[in-house]
């Protein structure tokens, strides 16, 4: 068991959770969801999201569409599939029990 | 002035420093290499990557600015992060890192030191002792550096581990420096690492150029003079080498041609006399005699055979070491000798003691004016005779009848009683504890009286069964005075030192006739 290990596999998962919920906000684009998750301090490096995002969207709970951007390319804009909303309701009730559980174990 | 190029990422032209552009270019085909085994997925992320690149470059640039430049392209770089700091990239889990750890444990059996050429200042010594203990390389260049200051000691240490310890060329041998098994898994790792570090050290040498050229010529340098002292070394190497593996197979000859011959296995004109199994016998059990013969084949066999294999080791460089092997050789080498010395001690104490014994008879005399001594003809002795000289002594041995054999010596001297006697006296001077007093009467010698001639004979005898402990048997004739007696020809073989008046040498006497006078010994004139 070691520290780093445990912190990156919590990490990992709240990061899916958080992108799912972002989402679940209105369709964004990577930069869109990277500036949020970086304004929580949930990321360090942008590099770390890409894989993230492409194993949710082979996972199909993710989709994505182009759309023109007003200055440059067009953007990759992600939207959550129904199956990535079920994910995230999912998610949710686990994320609150866990909550409570951790909560309650860490106050008594 | 600086030369600029033109990219296109993520569907937009960019101008960018030639200096920018290489970082990027290396960043990307590291991602690229790192993503690949994605296939469709790892394009897509690349893309995707490539996209906010151009994102985070466009805000960089402003109409006072359109190049990127190196500062621009390591500020992004930092922003996306390298492979290594992307978290959670590889699928990990409890599982496969205990996993880890088992084979980390395992590895350790398996390392071997190289000289690590990827992480290396110099020779790469450092970073293969890193390497090797699994720390950072910095702790054995810090002792190294230390040593340096102990009489320059860490310089020769350096020196000595860079010419001895072989360079990590192949990927197998980069994995065994570093304790993994070589597996097709490991080496596909491997190659994508150094693919990877072959990245990062163009990147590296961008950055410090000079540094790496002074540190090439540095390497150039000491690798010549390392090469000159490993090839002399490797000489010396082989001449000791040779020279072990000719001595060896040399002295083993040379003792086989010696041992075959004197064994007479093969019929030897060059030492007829000696047969050592025959020697052997006459002083030795037979039985102690063969175990003695294997221990001391032993004792020179090994030590030999050692030298051989050793030399073989040095010119082949064959590093295996065979533990049984050498274990088992100085076991075997050991208990031969304990056994020789076993053996020895057991057959000395036979020789210990001293014995001697004499019994005298009177000779039945009718008055003959003239006693004639004569040797009596045994031609049964000489049959198949085989005669061994040590040291001083001649040791007749009969194979045929088994019987050791001697020489008896007589002495004539002035007998006081007036009839001739004959005192036969018998030594032993090596003689065992328990033996020491019936070993004379296995002592054989015999004479016989014939009217007025005596008959001596040539040998006493021992039977080989008794072995033979340095007998002698004395004659001692005491003849009365005025007596006369005829010393014939054959008689010179057992006359001794005899005492006569004339200084006669006893090889002289025979032949002639002799009268006892009150003074002596005197040549007998008719």
Not at chain 2, 245 to 268: K, M, P, Q, V
Not at chain 2, 471 to 477: A, C, S, Y
């Amino acid at each position: 068991m070691n520290l780093e290990n445990a912190k990156a596999q919590m990490r990992k998962g709240v990061l899916e959770f958080c992108i799912l919920s972002i989402l679940s906000r209105g369709d964004a684009y990577a930069s869109d969801i990277i500036k949020k998750l970086k304004e929580s301090e949930l990321i360090v490096v942008e590099g770390t999201l890409y894989p993230l995002l492409s194993r949710q969207k082979n996972a199909g709970l993710l989709s994505y569409r182009w759309e023109e951007s007003p200055q440059g390319p067009p953007r990759k804009y992600y939207a959550l599939t129904d199956k990535g909303k079920e994910f995230l309701k999912e998610l949710s009730s686990s994320w609150s029990e866990l909550m409570d559980a951790v909560n309650s174990i860490n106050n008594k | 002035m600086k030369k600029a190029v033109q990219i296109n990422i993520g569907g937009r032209y960019f101008h960018i420093d030639e200096d920018a552009y290489q970082v990027l270019n290396e960043y990307l085909e590291s991602l690229k290499a790192h993503f690949e085994k994605e296939k469709e997925a790892g394009n897509e992320i690349i893309e995707d990557i490539e996209q906010r690149m151009t994102e985070l470059f466009e805000s960089r640039l402003t109409n006072n600015k359109q190049v990127i430049s190196l500062y621009d392209v390591h500020e992004v770089i930092k922003i996306l992060g390298r492979i290594e700091d992307f978290e959670f990239v590889e699928e990990k889990d409890e599982f496969k890192e205990e996993e880890e750890k088992e084979t980390t444990y395992k590895r350790k059996e398996n390392r071997r030191l190289y000289r690590d050429p990827d992480n290396s200042y110099l020779g790469g010594v450092a970073a293969g002792l890193g390497a090797y203990f699994n720390i950072d390389p910095l702790w054995p260049r810090l002792l190294f550096v230390a040593l340096v200051f102990a009489n320059g000691f860490g310089v020769i240490l350096y020196f000595i581990l860079w010419v001895i310890v072989p360079k990590a060329k192949t990927t197998a041998q980069k994995l065994q420096m570093k304790g993994e098994p070589v597996t097709i898994q490991n080496i596909e790792k491997s190659i994508s690492d150094e693919y990877q570090k072959v990245k990062r050290n163009i990147h590296k040498m961008k950055d410090s150029g000079k540094f790496k050229k002074t540190q090439e010529v540095f390497n150039d340098i000491l690798t010549g003079i390392g090469l000159l002292f490993k090839a002399l070394l490797k000489l010396i190497i082989y001449i000791i080498g040779i020279a072990f593996i000719i001595a060896g197979i040399a002295l083993i000859a040379g003792i086989g041609i010696t041992i075959f011959t004197r064994f007479n296995l093969f019929d030897s004109i060059h030492w007829p006399e000696i047969n050592l199994p025959d020697l052997s016998e006459i002083f030795i059990d037979p039985a102690n005699f063969n175990l003695m013969t294997i221990c001391i084949i032993i004792l020179v066999l090994v030590p030999l055979l050692a030298l051989i294999y050793g030399g073989i080791k040095l010119i082949f460089n064959i590093k295996a070491k065979n533990r049984i092997l050498g274990a088992t050789a100085l076991t075997a080498w050991i208990l031969a000798l304990i056994l020789f010395i076993t053996l020895v001690f057991i057959e000395g104490e036979n020789y210990a003691l001293e014995a001697s014994g004499s019994s005298t008879y009177t000779i039945k005399d009718n008055n003959y004016k003239t006693i004639y001594l004569d040797i009596k003809e045994e031609y049964d002795l000489y049959q198949g005779i085989t005669v061994y000289s040590i040291f001083d002594f001649d040791i007749y041995y009969n194979k045929s009848n088994e019987k050791i054999l001697g020489k008896p010596e007589l002495d004539i001297i002035k007998g006081y009683e007036d009839k001739p006697q004959l005192t036969i006296k018998k030594y032993a001077r090596n003689v065992s504890m328990e033996n020491a007093d019936n070993y004379l009467d296995k002592v054989e010698y015999k004479w016989e009286q014939n009217d007025s001639i005596f008959y001596f004979d040539q040998f006493y005898t021992v039977d080989k069964e008794y072995k033979w402990r340095f007998p002698k048997v004395e004659l001692i004739l005491k003849i009365p005075e005025d007596q006369i007696i005829y010393i014939s020809e054959g008689m010179e073989d057992i006359l001794g030192d005899v005492d006569n008046l004339d200084y006669y040498w006893e090889g002289d006497m025979t032949g002639k006739s002799w009268i006892m006078t009150e003074k002596g010994l005197k040549l007998y004139k008719n």
